[in-house]
Structures are given as structure tokens and as C-alpha cells.
């Protein structure tokens, strides 16, 4: 079992990072929180700090994640306020209009920027870190079931997340050693800001809370891969098993 | 989220746009049509929380603790947590609601807007007396806190003021202690209404929360016969059973209504001869407070049609022959419901002008959706319950005529001046005409 006391959330203002650190400090953990809105931000730490216990710290700050140049000092200043990292949970994202991103190359390279490169450069610096301090550790990241496979309806958002879940194999593979935990999270649909708009009734959505448990518990776990609720890992087997020929054909 | 509808699926409407509020510093967009009306989490009965002409403004993301006082048990939170995220946090903490419904998926916004009201109302009043301060929020961008010893009225015309005055964003709460998560609890078998009469008036005193419940299917004789349910918060325990919870979920809509008069008839006749222990036993808070939560959903079994809560409170002097005869009235129709809830309302002045609860006695029933034959029904014990000088519950109630409303609820003249401008409701519309 990993231990999850001190824990960076890059995205912490997102719904489904929210209840995960809700669920951390119910557990007693030590959290920093960065998300891009100060105003959300604060009342979300305010928040966890009722929750927490006397000794427990609550901290964070306000970042554009896109300003990249940032990330070293944000991480810094994560590892000064705790004293050190045991994990970090990168839970930022956006989903493209995708439509949009077909007319204009321009917006699609913008949410490949946020939902794959921001996240990149956030890992390849935790990652150096994490193997260089020879503590172990865990790296977790919401990535998405849009990632296993290209669609029409959203590949861009697509092309980021599975981007980014294939850098983690290979983080995954080059840090087996060092005993990090490289957890990539792939979450269905479910019901928060991002799909605003989206009909969410059928027993395919499911609530942040649900998914949060879960993250947690893959965090604890060191898994490598998890779906999220767990129907999707065969959902997602069999959408990857259709054959091309077929899949290009489909209204997905 | 699926469409926004009320507990009971009555009725059908569909608004024009929905908001979601994600945290209690967002402003009301301009943009959206009005009229207002602010959706809880959708367990009232009822249409005070719909609109077929304008905007809803859905609270559910607005679920943030803000202060908690762990010495004096005073709780401020968004006005959108429900009463399962806070039992959740305060439970642990030995604090508990003071006054609590029957469902813990309430919010606290819907809870103070209907000024709910639990077991314990003899004892503790409704939701309202428990409430040390709101802040609430005017389409017009203002925005006052709001106390029981204000000068002006607005606190007296938010709570149980049906989310007409404007936005609730955030409540600050009085807690009660417990010992640990348990009750105590005592149940009696009563033969008839004149022993349920008897049974309330020695054991009111004694037990904060009490309740009965009726099986309304029976005639004659048995008319009236039920289960009393005393209970109080546990005291220390050296030794507690361990709690598990089973929940269960309703995963579609039957095809047809399954509550039909077999149906009815097996589970009141169960009901009424379930073991009781009158010398009392522990039962965790979970399945004593919400026993219909365990079932997910479970308004799905009366399937796409719906049904009618009914709730009414007769004052005292007429309670007894008022109860008698809507029962008999239910019986003789045969469309009984699946419990009748019965219980004494304590002295207690509630604080809001619009708040239900009052001295005297409350039933409350629900009942499939029949179409006419179920509305003619109503309009019967309508007729009683005015009668005797009672009122309808608005947060259980999708059909009342206006002048039954106004009946019920004489300030609603006073309210009137603090409605919100830009606020109304599609039970307002239908009450206010
Ligand atoms: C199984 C069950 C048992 C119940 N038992 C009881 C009981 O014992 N006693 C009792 O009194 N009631 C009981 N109820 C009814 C329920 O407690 C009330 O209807 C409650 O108000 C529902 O809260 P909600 O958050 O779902 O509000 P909604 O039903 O969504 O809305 C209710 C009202 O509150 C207003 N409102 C909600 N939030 C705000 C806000 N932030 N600002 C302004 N206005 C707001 C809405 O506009 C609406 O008028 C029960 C309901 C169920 C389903
Ligand atoms: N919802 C789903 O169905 C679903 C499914 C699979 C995967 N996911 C993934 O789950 C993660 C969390 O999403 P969510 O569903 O919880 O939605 P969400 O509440 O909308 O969260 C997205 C968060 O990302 C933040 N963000 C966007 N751009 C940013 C930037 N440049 N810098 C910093 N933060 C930025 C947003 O900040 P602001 O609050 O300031 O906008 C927001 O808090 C995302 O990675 C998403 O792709 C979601």
C-alpha cells in the first residue's frame, strides 16, 4: 500500500479532483492544491481545512497550468509547504469543442497544449524528481477512455488523452524500478462541469464521488491502469477490438 | 444531470433553461429566461422547485463546508450540501441535525425553504428555530445576511418561504450532540385511533422523536390500528452493534404502477403485524431517520405516472374527529396508501410566515397516480381538512387550489412584498392566481 499523507493536486478546483482531496483529508492526508480560478480555489481549501484536523495543512496556490514556465516553482513550493511528496494527482483538463478544432489547426494544437503537453512537462519534472530522491512515490493523472480510441465525435481530446496515457506506459516502464507508481486513471462519462450540456441520464454516468473512491484507492494500490467505474475496462475492450475496417464506418 | 423533476414525477414540466451553480460566489446570469425558481435536490412532492416558463437555478455543486465550531456544535455550510454530506462530516464528530426530515437527500437550502420538519417537532420545533443565519441573494445583484433577531422581516419570509425571496447561498446551522451514531428505540402495536391518542399523549413527553404509522387499508373496528415509534439518541454505549448499510436501487420504471390494492393491502397487513419491542432496542440513525433512502430511487415503483404525497395538519381541537373521518374516507375509496404517517406537532410557533408546521396533528399519505378518480379522492379530504381548520403541507402537494392555499397560510398576503421580482415557482403560479 502506498501512503497518500502528502499529496500535490495539479487541477484541484476540477470536480472530480475536489472529491478526491475531500476523500484524502478525510484521511488524514497533507494536501497543496493549484487550480487556475483563485476565487474557486480558496472556498474549495476552505472547505478541506473544516474538514481537516488541527495538525493537518491545506495549502495551494492559483496557476495557469499552460504557463509551463511555472511548473518548477510550483512543485517547489508544493514540496516546501508539506515537506515532501508522497504523491501528486494532475487532474487539469478541458474538453475541446471539436468541431472548432477541425476548422482551425490553431484550436486544436490550444487543447492538445492543455489536456497533453502542460501535463508532460509536469510529469517529466516529478518524474526526474520522484527517481532522483529514491523514496518511492506515486504519479497519478486523469486521462480518459476518449484516449483508447480515435472518434470523429472528439479525437482531438482524444489524441491528447491518449497521448498521455501512452507517455505513462513508458514512465510507468522506466521508474518500475525505482518503485514509483505510475497510475493512469481513465474515467468514462461522468457527471461534472466538463459535459455540461451532455443528456446524463443511463447507467453509463457516473458521479465525481464514485470516481474519486476510486482514484483513491488506485492511488493506495499502486495500480498501473484503472477504469473508472470498472465496467469500462470491458467496454473499452471491446470498442479497441473492433477492426478498423469496421470502426472507420461507425457514427462514434 | 437527467431532467430535473420532483420526488413524486407530478408535474411534467420541462424548463426552459438550467444553471448549474458551482460554487456560492456565482452570480445569477442575466441571460437566463425568467422567471427564477432555485432546485434543491428535487424531494419535495411537489412543484415549488420547478418551472415550466423559466430558469432553474440547480444548487447540487454548491456543496462546501465554510465554518465549523466543534466546541458549540455550529455548523456553516453552501446551501446546496444535502443532509447525507453533512451527517457525514458531523456524525463522526458527535453532532447531529436538530431537526431532520425523512430523507437525508435534502438539502439544506430545500430544508429551510420548507422549513421541514422531523420526528422530533414536539420536542425541537421545525428546521428554522435551528437556523442562526442565512445569506441570501436578490436577482439584482444584493445580498444580505439574514438573522432571527433582524429588524426586518426577511428572515421570517425565507424560512419556509418556498424559495420565492431569492437565493439561499449559504446556513449556518445549530447542532445537537450524541453520544455515538445509535437510537434508542421503543415500538408499541396500537389496536385503533382512540389507543393511538393515548399511547401519543404518555409517551410524547418522555421520547423526543415520535411517530406512528397507520395501516390506512383497515375499516370498522381495526380502523386506525398501527405501530408506535418512540425513539431518542442513545446514550453512551459500552458495547455497539456493528452497522451495515444495504441499499438497494430501483433501476427502471415498471411498466405499470406496482403499488396496487394487493399490494397495498399484504404490506399495511405486514406492517401492522411486524414485532414490536416496547422496552426498546438500538437501532442505528440510518435506517430509523431514512428507511425509504435504502431504496434508490424507490418513487420509481409507482412507474412514468407518479403519485400524490398528502400531508395535512389539523389543529388540536379537531384533530381527533377530522383524523377518524379522512381515514375512513381513504378506506371507504380503497386507494389506500402504502403507510399513513401520523404524528403530533408540538406549541411551538414556527418562525417563517409560510411555514407548515403548527399545534395539532399531521397525517401524511401517498397515492398512485389514478388520474381522476385519485384527484376527486383529494378534493375530498381537501374539504375535511378545511373543515377542520387544517392546512396542506406545499412541499407535498402538486394539485391544492388556490383558495385551499390561501386557507391555509393567512400571511400570505405579508410574504407577498419579499418575493423576489425576478423569482417564482410553477406551485406559486398555481397558488397565486
Ligand atoms: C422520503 C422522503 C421523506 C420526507 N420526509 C419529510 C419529513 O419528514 N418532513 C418534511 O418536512 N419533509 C419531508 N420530505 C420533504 C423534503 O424534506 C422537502 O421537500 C425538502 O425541502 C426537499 O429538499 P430539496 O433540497 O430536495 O429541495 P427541492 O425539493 O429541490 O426544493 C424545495 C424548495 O426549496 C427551494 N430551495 C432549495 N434550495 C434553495 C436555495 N439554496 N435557495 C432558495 N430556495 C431554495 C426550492 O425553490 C423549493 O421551493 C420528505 C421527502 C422525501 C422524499
Ligand atoms: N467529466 C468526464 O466525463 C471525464 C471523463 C474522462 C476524463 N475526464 C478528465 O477528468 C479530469 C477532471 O475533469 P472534470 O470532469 O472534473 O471536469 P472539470 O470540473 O471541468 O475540471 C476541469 C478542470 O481543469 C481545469 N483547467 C482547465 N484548463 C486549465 C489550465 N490551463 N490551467 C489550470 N487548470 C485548468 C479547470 O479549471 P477552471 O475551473 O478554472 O476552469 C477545471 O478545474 C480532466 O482531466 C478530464 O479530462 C473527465
Given amino acids: 500500500m502506498n501512503t497518500l499523507n502528502r499529496v500535490l493536486i495539479l487541477g484541484a478546483t476540477s470536480a472530480i479532483a475536489e472529491q478526491t482531496a475531500r476523500l484524502l483529508v478525510a484521511q488524514g492526508a497533507h494536501v497543496y492544491c493549484v487550480g487556475r480560478n483563485p476565487e474557486k480555489l480558496q472556498l474549495m481549501m476552505d472547505d478541506l481545512k473544516v474538514r481537516a484536523g488541527s495538525g493537518q495543512s491545506i495549502d495551494g496556490q492559483a496557476a495557469d497550468l499552460n504557463e509551463m514556465d511555472r511548473h518548477e516553482s510550483l512543485i517547489e513550493a508544493a514540496q516546501t509547504a508539506l515537506g515532501n511528496l508522497d504523491a501528486v494527482l494532475i487532474a487539469h483538463g478541458t474538453l475541446p469543442d471539436q468541431k472548432a478544432c477541425e476548422k482551425e489547426a490553431e484550436q486544436a494544437l490550444k487543447e492538445i497544449q492543455i489536456n497533453a503537453l502542460s501535463v508532460i512537462s509536469l510529469l517529466t519534472l516529478l518524474a526526474n524528481q520522484f527517481e532522483a530522491r529514491q523514496q518511492g512515490g506515486v504519479l497519478a493523472v486523469i486521462s480518459s477512455v476518449a484516449g483508447d480510441r480515435g472518434r470523429q465525435s472528439n479525437y482531438v481530446y482524444g489524441a491528447a488523452k491518449g497521448m498521455v496515457s501512452l507517455f505513462m506506459q513508458g514512465l510507468r516502464n522506466r521508474l518500475s524500478r525505482s518503485k514509483i507508481s505510475v497510475v493512469t486513471i481513465k474515467p468514462g462519462f461522468v457527471d461534472t462541469p466538463m459535459t455540461d450540456g451532455f443528456e446524463k441520464s443511463g447507467p453509463l454516468w457516473a458521479k465525481p464521488e464514485v470516481i474519486a473512491k476510486g482514484i483513491v484507492l488506485a492511488m493506495q494500490k499502486g495500480k498501473d491502469e484503472v477504469y473508472l467505474p470498472g465496467f469500462w475496462w470491458g467496454i473499452m475492450l471491446i470498442i479497441r477490438h473492433i477492426p478498423e475496417r469496421l470502426f472507420k464506418r461507425l457514427s462514434l | ?135 441570501l441573494c436578490r436577482s439584482d445583484g444584493s445580498h444580505r445576511v439574514c438573522r432571527p433577531d433582524d429588524q426586518e422581516p426577511w428572515f421570517a419570509a425565507t424560512i419556509g418561504g418556498l424559495g420565492l425571496t431569492g437565493l439561499i447561498r449559504w446556513v449556518e446551522l445549530q447542532l445537537i450532540s450524541i453520544e455515538n451514531p445509535w437510537m434508542w428505540v421503543a415500538s408499541h402495536r396500537f389496536d385503533d385511533l382512540e389507543a393511538f391518542w393515548a399511547m401519543n399523549a404518555s409517551l410524547e413527553s418522555d421520547w423526543p422523536y415520535t411517530v406512528a404509522w397507520i395501516d390506512c387499508l383497515a375499516k370498522g373496528q381495526a380502523q386506525g390500528r398501527g405501530i408506535y415509534l418512540a425513539g431518542r439518541h442513545a446514550g453512551p454505549q459500552s458495547d455497539l452493534p456493528r452497522y451495515r448499510s444495504r441499499n438497494w436501487e430501483m433501476p427502471f420504471d415498471p411498466p405499470l404502477s406496482l403499488v396496487n390494492s394487493l399490494s397495498l393491502k399484504a404490506f399495511n397487513q405486514l406492517y401492522y403485524k411486524q414485532k414490536v419491542c416496547p422496552s426498546g432496542k438500538l437501532v442505528h440513525h440510518a435506517p430509523y431517520f431514512y428507511p425509504l433512502d435504502a431504496i434508490g430511487q424507490w418513487n420509481r415503483i409507482y412507474g412514468k405516472k407518479g403519485f400524490y404525497q398528502y400531508q395535512c395538519v389539523i389543529p388540536p381541537h379537531n384533530a381527533q374527529a377530522a383524523t377518524s373521518e379522512l381515514l375512513s374516507t381513504i378506506a371507504k375509496r380503497k386507494q389506500g396508501s402504502f403507510l399513513a404517517v401520523l404524528k403530533t406537532f408540538g406549541e411551538k410557533p414556527s418562525l417563517g410566515l409560510l411555514s407548515f408546521p403548527r399545534p395539532g396533528t399531521t397525517l401524511a399519505l401517498d397515492f398512485p397516480n389514478k388520474g381522476q378518480a385519485t384527484l376527486d379522492l383529494l378534493a375530498d379530504l381537501d374539504a375535511i381538512v378545511l373543515d377542520a381548520g387544517g392546512a396542506l403541507y406545499p412541499a407535498k402537494d402538486a394539485r391544492m387550489p388556490a383558495a385551499m392555499f390561501r386557507a391555509s397560510f393567512s400571511d400570505w398576503e405579508a410574504f407577498t412584498p419579499f418575493i423576489d421580482p425576478a423569482f417564482s415557482s410553477h406551485f406559486w403560479q398555481r397558488v397565486s392566481l
Avoid at chain 2, 435536490?41 to 444548487?59: A, C, F, I, P, Q
Avoid at chain 2, 447540487?60 to 446546496?80: H, K, P, S, T, V
Avoid at chain 2, 456524525?91 to 439544506?108: E, I, Q
Wanted: with cysteine; net charge neutral; charged share 20%.
Fill in chain 2, 1 to 135: 444531470m437527467s431532467k430535473p423533476c420532483s420526488w413524486n414525477r407530478i408535474p411534467d414540466v420541462t424548463p426552459k433553461a438550467a444553471y448549474h451553480l458551482m460554487h456560492r460566489l456565482d452570480p445569477i446570469p442575466e441571460e437566463l429566461p425568467r422567471p427564477l425558481t432555485v432546485y434543491g435536490n428535487g424531494r419535495s412532492y411537489s412543484d415549488v422547485g420547478l418551472t415550466k416558463e423559466g430558469s432553474l437555478l440547480l444548487t447540487r455543486d454548491m456543496n462546501r463546508l465554510i465554518e465549523f465550531d466543534g466546541y458549540q456544535g455550529i455548523i456553516r455550510c453552501d446551501a446546496g450540501i444535502t443532509l447525507a454530506q453533512l451527517l457525514e462530516f458531523i456524525v463522526p464528530k458527535g453532532w447531529f441535525l436538530p431537526v431532520t426530515p425523512g430523507t437525508r437527500f435534502a438539502t439544506v437550502g430545500g430544508c429551510l425553504a420548507n422549513d421541514v420538519h422531523g420526528k422530533n417537532h414536539h420536542a425541537l420545533g421545525s428546521f428554522g428555530h435551528h437556523v442562526r443565519a442565512f445569506e
